[in-house]
């Protein structure tokens, strides 16, 4: 960058500027994913949208790319590039709710741990992620699957307005009244249109949930997908939950003589009251007996980092993504062949059910175009050691070219890598178009291209 340009950044923003040969710049410019080893030209820790505005006034005057990350979790590593100016919005997390209107709003840089803490004082949640380290503003944009989906629809069903800082520098809010065309395509189409500073939710009682994982010996597990899928078809929307493989991690609950092997698991999230949920469970237990269990009452924030523990900053991540519209008994062999060798416990496959609440959404009213799946399945491969690359990463395509037949077209784009970007308009789906014309209208140049890219 300039020095011209870096000074008058420095001179107009409130938050901390770290360039390269400063303290702290290898800190900076750290991602979640270890993978990604990037040297960004600056990173502004960035305190409101007049800090986010000057970045991107401050990029496009020195003609460098500018890089948008909220919690950090990009897989592809979006949220920093070689030479890009990083606008870090990793100190913007204040979340306020209002009780009394049920919503919350939340700044740019919130993770959903922050968010839940927060709505849990009022035994409020919505639709989040499944680890409490995943940023508000990542998910959201993408659509945002968790377990309160099948209840209360993906994330981006529950937002109500945003706050955004467009590519020339203006900051509007959009909203069902207000820049209506944005609105929707920032309900699915990542983080293309703009940088958004503040997001408002709908909000949704969620006290205690009984939830936990239950882990099955993989000779039972085409009985479990099988009942699985029979039973989400029809399951009541309080309850949440997915199948995965699943290496079982050495913990109490686990016999000490099963921990490191691969299993088939169910992970339950029931938001209804305990004596209903048991019998849900109990459904799962009468199919096959567990090997082992910890599923119980707890508050909406434990179950949300219940695997923060898996899943720890600094691992290798390779991960592919497929929308199914059922999980069909013809595909089954292929996941009992490639699911059981999941190579590490940070490792994991998830079949995510994306009906009830979801399914209420037309396909056209938000970006996020497909209503007509029932899973969104994750090939999610982690792993800590880079001598393991090869392998790993041959485990995720292997397994993703064996099912891809039994798939829809696109994956959910949260869960592509950056090898997935030629896929874009079938991981946007139906909603291509109107995105691609939205973005002409929002991004003419593509300012905002560091994102599973819609191209004007
Ligand atoms: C461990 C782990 C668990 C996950 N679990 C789930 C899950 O349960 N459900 C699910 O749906 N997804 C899940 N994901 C995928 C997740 O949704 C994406 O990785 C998402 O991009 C993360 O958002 P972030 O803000 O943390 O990421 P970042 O790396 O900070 O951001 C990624 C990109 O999103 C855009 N972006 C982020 N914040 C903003 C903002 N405020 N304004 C504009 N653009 C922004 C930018 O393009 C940015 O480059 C998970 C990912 C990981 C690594």
Redesign the pocket.
């Known amino acids: 960058m300039s020095m011209k340009v870096m000074d008058s950044l420095r001179s107009s923003v409130k938050g901390s500027v770290v360039e390269e040969g400063d303290d702290g710049y290898d800190e900076a410019r750290v991602?979640?994913?270890a993978m990604i080893d990037r040297r960004p030209s600056a990173v502004v820790r960035c305190q409101g949208a007049a800090d986010v505005a000057a970045v991107v006034r401050a990029a496009a005057e020195d003609g460098s790319d500018v890089?948008?990350?909220?919690?950090?979790?990009?897989?592809p590593?979006?949220?920093t590039a070689d030479g890009a100016i990083v606008a870090d919005?990793g100190d913007m997390t204040t979340v306020t709710v209002d009780p009394a209107s049920s919503t919350a709003e939340a700044a740019?840089?919130a993770?959903w741990g922050m968010f839940n803490e927060a709505t849990s004082q009022h035994g409020l949640a919505t639709t989040g992620?499944?680890?409490s380290?995943?940023?508000?503003?990542?998910?959201t944009?993408?659509?945002?699957?968790?377990y309160l989906a099948r209840g209360h629809g993906l994330?981006c069903d529950n937002l109500l307005s945003a706050e955004v800082v467009l590519a020339d520098g203006r900051v509007v809010t959009a909203s069902a009244d207000e820049e209506p065309d944005l609105f929707w395509a920032l309900r699915g189409g990542?983080?293309n249109f703009?940088?958004?500073?503040k997001f408002t939710f709908r909000l949704h009682p969620v006290a205690e949930i009984y939830g936990g994982p239950m882990f099955f010996e993989l000779a039972d597990g085409p009985a479990i997908l099988a009942y699985f899928a029979d039973y989400v078809r029809t399951a009541p929307r309080e309850f949440g939950g997915f199948p995965a493989f699943q290496i079982a991690p050495a913990l109490p609950f686990v016999p000490e003589d099963r921990a490191g092997e691969p299993f088939v698991a169910v992970v339950f999230c029931i938001n209804g009251p305990a004596s209903e949920a048991e019998k849900i469970v109990q459904g799962f237990r009468d199919v096959a007996k567990p090997v082992a269990e910890m599923v119980g009452p707890m508050p909406y924030p434990a179950m949300n980092g219940l695997f923060d523990g898996l899943?720890p900053p600094g691992l290798q991540?390779y991960w592919k993504a497929a929308f199914l519209d059922e999980l069909r008994p013809e595909s089954v062999a292929a996941h009992m062949e490639h699911g059981p060798r999941v190579p590490t416990v940070n490792s994991t496959v998830h079949f995510?059910p994306i009906n009830g609440a979801c399914h209420d959404v037309a396909s056209d009213a938000t970006a996020f175009g497909h209503r007509d799946a029932n899973f969104a399945l994750v090939i999610?491969g982690?792993w800590p050691d880079p001598a393991e690359n090869t392998a790993n990463t041959a485990w995720v395509k292997d397994y993703y070219a064996a099912i891809e037949p039994f798939a829809q077209p696109g994956g959910?784009i949260?869960?592509a890598s950056q090898d997935d970007q030629p896929k874009a308009s079938s991981n946007y789906g139906a909603n291509y178009e109107r995105l691609r014309a939205v973005k002409r209208e929002y991004d003419p140049d593509n300012v905002?291209h560091?994102?599973q890219n819609i191209v004007p």
């Open positions: 991602v979640y994913n890089a948008v990350r909220g919690g950090g979790h990009s897989v590593g979006f949220g919005l740019g840089g993770t992620g499944i680890i380290t995943t940023g508000v503003g990542g998910l944009l993408g659509g945002g699957i968790g994330s990542g983080g703009g940088v958004v500073t899943v991540h995510y999610a982690m959910y949260n869960f905002f560091l994102n």
